[in-house]
């Protein structure tokens, strides 16, 4: 909260961006702004030469963007937004304006003229505050405002530009480059708001917002500086700095705050306290509350998850990966749904900032191709399906599992044991083991130096994933990977193409009730927390006996809870949990020690789990 007061101003309010741009979504939407997006219909036609300089032009076009918007909400469904956002960046070169390109002979024509220049970056911003008057007419304040960034290429070979070119980057971006993505290798220097070349100037906009919304009173002209985001403790010190609305020196921010004085300071509904004149009588709301962002965030959550599972389940972002762009009637037909229903999924997924949409046009983002598509190397499709066929009913039984304290893996199914534990539900959970160990194998395998173990025995290993990268990282170490019959039968479809079998062993057996192979360094991922402890204790017994002190050690992944056992991810899990826990750092010592492994080191990856070293010595 201390961090965005500004944006903070915006909770309750009704706040549009009239801007396709999922970089300007995804600027906006990490600092916490809610906002729906609605894509503006101004075709960015101005006439250039009408303008003496070419911010005008970028300022008069993100005005128009916005209010093009804003009207269209105003009339088609007699919702006026409280404020509509509007951008446009351009790229300057020695006069002219290079907007995006048309095709890739103009994306060329463009980037060789940049190719060895300095360039300058426009961002045009319109802030618009919308109000219904009586005879339901749209009245518009504005605020608006640009930045400047330079920009210099480096000298761009033609193969380069080529390569780059048929990339595809450059073909929705302005100047035919997007400098956060492949065209950042382009780029020699920067000088100004690097988020500003990616589309928008969020510091900017903030200094706006913080004008607007924290005009100097007389009293307190030291507190708030015009040019600074301000800092607060709380909002109830801006109080008096908000009610002062008329000591603002800037005009149009004056302006956009016109009605301030006889009713509210603010257009939307509001939870700040109001200064509201009755009858001639000066009232003062009580209501100092904030509006509960918190919990709508919360509240929402699951709908957010739903839509990324359904996307998944319907391999929406497959076909995108193979087609590249599709429309939706495109998309709709092609996972066999209907066109309306798609088109609500498709623009749902866009507001999460999963895909991009230009001109009615749907593709993956660069998060999709990367993570979502079900055979990309770190997918994480298979989790998400686990988690929508199987952890999804869990959450909707939370209720009674609680009430009752039972297990309620039957009850969140309703299916028989054959069911539960067929093959099909096997493979899933394999699916969702192997994507979750492929994205933090890496971070498990050098959280400490392992060189020293020539022979490793990986319990549960599963699909084999910790086992090869573990094999990458330290080429001298060889890794057996020991799980039930029924899991090592089908961890064929899961190696790599190139896996060398003389390094990555895989044997049948049951870590509880069968003879550990011989290993200098054990390894359980993702097992402990799961067992109850009676079992737990077993199988930390068997392998302290395994272990002879000094020459080998038991590495272990798992989430490590806070001390304070507050990390929600953990904790949100637990609820899904048939027996075992998650536990804190010192939990986890103490179980060790209390096996014999007196040197115990933790690293706490910033990755989905956690690291432990235990050695006997
Ligand atoms: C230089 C640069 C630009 N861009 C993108 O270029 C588009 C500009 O076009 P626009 O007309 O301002 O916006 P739009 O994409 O047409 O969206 P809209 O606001 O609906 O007009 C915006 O997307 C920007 O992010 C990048 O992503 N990276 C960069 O380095």
Known sequence: MLLNPVISKLAGKRVVLASASPRRQDILSNVGLRFEVVPSWFKETLEKSL???????AVETAKQKALEVARRMHMKHRKTPDIVIGADTIVTLEDAILEKPLDKQD????????????????????????????????????????????????VLSEDLLWEYIDSGEPMDKAGGYGIQSLGGMLVESVHGDFLNVVGFPLNHFCKKLAE????????????????????VESFENLSDVEKDCSSSKNSDIKKARKDCGNNSCSSGPSLQPTTIIQNGVEKKSENTIQFPSKIIELLDGFKASKTLFAASKLKVFDKLKDKGALKAMDIADKINASVHGTERLLDACVALGLLEKTHQVYS??????????????FSVHGYIIHSNDHLWSHYTHLESAVVEGINY?????????????????????????HCTLKITARDVATAFDLSKYSTACDLGGCTGALAHELSWIYPEMKVKVFDLPEVIKNVTQFQPEKSDSTRIIFTSGNFLDDALPKADLYILSRVLHDLLEDKLH??????????????????????????????????????????????????????????????????NTGNLLDAILAVKR
Not at 51 to 57: D, G, R, T, V
Not at 108 to 131: D, P, Q, W
């Open 212 to 231: 607007i919304y924290y005009p100097p009173s007389k009293q307190s002209i030291h507190r708030v500086k015009h040019d600074s985001i301000p800092y």
């Open 107 to 154: 994306a060329y024509n463009m980037l060789s003229r940049l190719s060895g220049k300095e360039h300058s970056v426009f961002t045009g911003v319109a802030i618009v505050h919308c109000k219904s008057e009586k005879d339901n007419q749209l009245d518009t304040d504005i605020v608006d405002f640009y930045e400047e960034t330079k920009v210099k290429f480096a």
């Open 364 to 377: 993956n983002t660069e998060l999709a191709n990367t993570f979502l598509v079900s055979d990309a190397e």
């Open 538 to 603: 077993h199988l930390l017994r068997k392998v302290s006996e395994a272990c002879s002190p000094g020459n080998s050690a038991l590495l272990i992944a798992e989430i490590v809870l806070d001390e304070e056992k507050r990390e929600p991810r953990a904790l949100l899990q637990s609820l899904s949990m048939s027996g075992g826990k998650q536990r804190s750092g010192t939990e986890y010592k103490q179980l060790l020690e209390s096996h014999g492994f007196n040197r115990v080191q933790i690293k």
């Open 51 to 57: 303008f003496s300089a070419p911010q005008e032009y």
């Open 409 to 433: 893996h039957h009850k969140a199914h309703g299916q028989t044991a054959e069911h539960v534990h067929g093959p099909e539900v096997k493979e899933r959970y394999m699916r969702a083991m």
